[in-house]
């Protein structure tokens, strides 16, 4: 009987790949019939931008044409057809979703799955056809202006987070563009910078990410970047584009430029670039216009090079506008404010809680100060990069008073001016770092009289920004001040950080006893920040990317290699980056990679592996017991690290390789199993260009975050 039904299942799965197969060809096929028909000019013509976020079709053979719109965030608001001014719909409100570090330090494939629904379905009402996200580069420097839009600073967990936000996306019809191919990691030259990177850290660091979101998530379009990697654009980068994507990794769909980040004709065209977008017209005069078809008449592009990224275009099309069963979609329902309050809600993280201040007992808390700026700001809009426009979003103070303005008496105080603008010069942005004594003193007085203090400080959207990256990591406008004055006047103090990167916390780490760190955590943020604030939600958030306790610790800076010289960067940290360079060189971050606290606690027992020797092409299945030792239920996310004893090469210390984050049941005990491949703990030999499996031993680690190892065991791996 088992014998049958397995026998079922193969022939099942085998007439399923049959069907998926014959369907592929049959639309090959078609395809192939409609290039035939197309004339080079109605080729051309596909293949870069009609207007700012438009490509064109062919009418008369009834392909319709390609809409693009930005995502990271949401669907943004629609825009006029040549430009970048509203164009003042009144249906265009969509649904601000959490930041891209917020939804890393969730640590749940989950949360990015829904996610991506929402951005599907948003963006099906409001016809578009490619979404521009999710953007996961990797966070390599604290200060990047675009931190907060991206994940983490580990592949493993950017990819494991990118495959479900594709798929979610993808799974309403809609095209995901995983951006930005490759090692866009700082926004300041980010136009003209050229990376010089080893190939062993580009294949073990920045490329396993998208390498996940397309052989795992296939995605159907990918972004390329708008910096060069060793000499070359990554636009018209034959290394990137040709041998790694299309022909390793066998990506099927749409390699587009970001906006005017083509460079050339002949190098973009040859190299594998299949859509140039950029700002403005004359959109006929661009590289993919008419210099491509004058290359291709001429002889220096061939007519199935062109063919070719027709047929890619067409393939993403049959898939999304013309695919038989596209959803109508909806947008800004109370479904996608559920979705953004859960990912808000799993991501905020509880950095400190001495006192036990937290949760706090409605019953017995009578009056609270809510303090900041960030306590009335909103976070949809600001600076540079994409933004969404909201039918609601609610803030601290707002999301403070639903929870507890039955019970306290709430009053707010502004605490500090955040006096800065993205747009702004140096000189016009004079002084947004100096403390506003009248707000303190005002700030003072209100703590004073109240049971709790909330002060809610961080960044905003203008402080973090696309196109430029910050100078330091100190707290901006005046904040420490205000933090030292309201926790002198009243012990009683919870401070609330806002901002999607790190920032340096030393004396809040050392002088406060509570600490709670939120994001730009989207329409429903001041909610999950108050139902985490009462304990309706117990905090489960983990640290993304390492908290350095001074910026020349961050490698980066440590070996002079940001900004650059003379547009150049050369990144001599190589494999060591985020927690493998601290971990590696033995520098104690401020926050490590993976940290957070909860309302209950967990402990680990019983590590164990199937098998004591594995080979090359085996599979390591681990288990391990986790108990909730405390009083409440809660969510731990248990971290699978990997280190090579005694490597012949260099190697990190120590490799995240697995991760799963649980609910628990106060006094339960929860066994876990997850499964890591051997051929996932190679590293890459450049010299030899293949991956190496380095037999021997490895220790494996069960930890809550990246240096808090709760269990250890070995195992080996033999030739």
């Known amino acids: 009987m088992k014998y049958a039904i397995v026998s079922v299942i193969i022939l099942f799965l085998f007439a399923n790949a049959s069907a998926q197969n014959n369907t592929e060809a049959a639309l090959q096929v078609k395809i192939n019939g409609i290039i035939k028909k197309m004339t080079l000019e109605e080729k051309v013509a596909m293949l870069h931008g009609s207007a700012t976020f438009y490509s064109a079709g062919v009418p008369r053979l009834g392909i319709p044409e390609v809409s693009y719109d930005d995502g990271p965030l949401g669907v943004r608001r629609e825009e006029e057809r040549f430009g970048w001014n509203s164009a003042n719909w009144t249906t265009d409100s969509a649904t601000f979703l959490p930041n891209g570090s917020a939804i890393a330090a969730t640590w749940n494939p989950e949360m990015a799955h829904k996610y991506g629904v929402v951005i599907g379905e948003e963006a099906n009402a409001r016809k578009k056809i490619v979404m521009l996200a999710p953007a996961f580069n990797i966070c390599r420097i604290p200060l990047c202006g675009r931190t907060y839009e991206y994940y983490s600073e580990d592949p493993y967990l950017n990819g494991q987070l990118a495959i479900q936000a594709v798929k979610g996306i993808q799974s309403q019809r809609v095209a995901a563009c995983i951006k930005h191919f490759a090692a866009n ?15 062993r850290a580009l294949r073990e660091i920045y490329l396993p990410a998208f390498k996940a979101a397309i052989e795992q998530g296939d995605a159907y379009t990918i972004m390329s970047a708008y910096n060069k990697i060793n000499d070359y654009w990554c636009s018209e980068n034959d ?10 990794w066998g990506f099927k769909g749409i390699v587009i430029s970001d906006w005017g980040g083509t ?9 594998g670039l299949d859509v140039e977008m950029g700002s403005n017209g004359p959109y006929d005069q661009w590289y993919f216009a008419k210099p491509l078809i004058a290359a291709v008449k001429a002889g220096q592009v061939s007519e199935k090079n062109i063919d070719e990224k027709v047929r890619r275009i067409l393939w993403v099309i049959y898939h999304t506008s013309m695919s038989a069963d596209h959803p109508k979609g909806s947008i800004a329902t109370p479904e996608h404010g559920k979705a953004a309050y859960d990912i808000a809600s799993e991501s905020i993280v509880l950095l400190k809680n001495d006192d036990h201040l937290l949760p706090l007992n409605a019953g017995k808390v009578k009056s609270i100060a809510v303090i900041g700026d960030n306590a009335t700001r909103t976070f949809a809009t600001g600076g540079f990069g994409a933004s969404v426009k909201v039918k609601y979003e609610v803030n601290a103070l707002a999301g403070i008073r639903s929870r507890f303005g039955k019970t306290a008496d709430i009053k707010f105080v502004q605490g500090y001016k955040a006096n800065y603008l993205a747009s702004n010069t140096a000189e016009q942005n004079a002084g947004y770092d100096k403390p506003d004594t009248a707000l303190i003193n005002e700030a ?11 002060v809610c400080i961080g960044s905003n959207r203008e402080y973090e920004s696309e196109n430029h990256d910050r100078k330091n990591l100190e707290l901006p406008f005046g904040e420490q001040a205000l933090v030292n004055a309201v926790t002198a006047a009243n012990p009683k103090t919870i401070i609330v950080i806002m901002a999607g990167a790190p ?9 406060n006893n509570t600490i709670v760190w939120s994001w730009f955590n989207g329409t429903e943020a001041g909610n999950a920040l108050a139902d985490v604030l009462k304990g309706v939600v117990n905090p489960s958030g983990k640290m993304p990317f390492t908290f350095p306790v001074a910026l020349n610790d961050s490698p980066a800076i440590a070996l002079n ?16 980056v985020g927690y493998r360079w601290y971990d590696t060189k033995k520098i104690d971050p401020l926050y490590c990679f993976g940290y957070g606290l909860s309302y209950t606690s967990f402990t680990y027992a019983d590590l164990t592996t199937d098998k004591k020797n594995y080979k090359s092409a085996d599979k390591i299945t681990v288990s391990v017991k986790v108990k909730n030792s405390g009083s409440v239920a809660g969510k731990e996310i248990v971290q699978i690290y990997v280190s090579k004893v005694n490597s012949g090469v260099l190697r990190a210390d120590k490799e995240l390789k697995a991760f799963k ?4 049941a106060p006094g339960k005990t929860m066994p876990l199993i997850m499964n890591i491949n051997v051929s996932d703990l190679a590293y890459f030999d450049d010299k030899l260009s293949k991956w190496i499996v380095e037999p021997g031993e490895y220790k494996l680690m069960a930890a809550s975050s990246s240096k808090d190892i709760r269990q250890i065991a070995a195992f080996s791996i033999s030739k």
């Open 661 to 664: 984050k649980v609910m628990i």
């Open 561 to 576: 290699t940001y900004p650059g010289k003379d547009t150049t960067t050369t990144y001599k940290e190589g494999i060591l």
């Open 503 to 511: 920032y340096d916390l030393n004396e809040i780490k050392k002088s």
């Open 239 to 248: 290394f990137l584009l040709d041998k790694v994507l299309k022909t390793e």
């Open 444 to 454: 003072v007085a209100l703590a004073k009289t109240t049971d709790v203090a909330i």
């Open 263 to 271: 460079h050339h004709t002949l190098a973009a065209a040859n190299a």
């Open 185 to 199: 990691n700082q926004e300041v030259n980010r136009g003209v910078i050229n990376e010089i990177i080893d190939e």
